[in-house]
């Protein structure tokens, strides 16, 4: 069974940052490409990062220059490094594996950039 679990969400001041981890369980990780997406309220889901099984990276234009996606292959984890946030960046942040996703959704976890 395919498993996603999401964390280090949170509540950040504009300008601050967060660090997200994805921990994927049921898939060859190692051989995947992983993606991190995100759902504002009223938004469709969007690719915000994504991270090739050679380590090639994409990002959505929105966060070139302020997010780092990675990913440790011994720990099944990928992580999204979020600097200078700002109140767009607001959403539920999600990982899957596949660009477009192959499995089903983790409960994701919540950003709020606020003041």
């Known amino acids: 069974q395919v498993q996603f679990v999401e964390s280090g969400g949170g509540l950040v001041q504009p300008g601050g940052s967060l660090r997200l981890s994805c921990t994927a369980s049921g898939i060859a990780f190692r051989f995947n490409t992983m993606g991190w997406y995100r759902q504002a309220p009223g938004k469709q889901r969007e690719l915000v990062a994504s991270i090739a099984s050679g380590r090639t990276t994409n990002y959505a234009d929105s966060v070139k220059g302020r997010f780092i996606i990675s990913r440790d292959n011994a720990k099944n984890t990928v992580y999204l490094q979020m600097n200078s946030l700002k109140p767009e960046d607001t959403a539920v942040y999600y990982c899957?594996?596949?660009?477009?996703?192959?499995?089903?959704w983790g409960q994701g976890t919540q950003v709020t950039v606020s003041s």
């Open positions: 899957n594996a596949g660009i477009p996703p192959t499995f089903t």
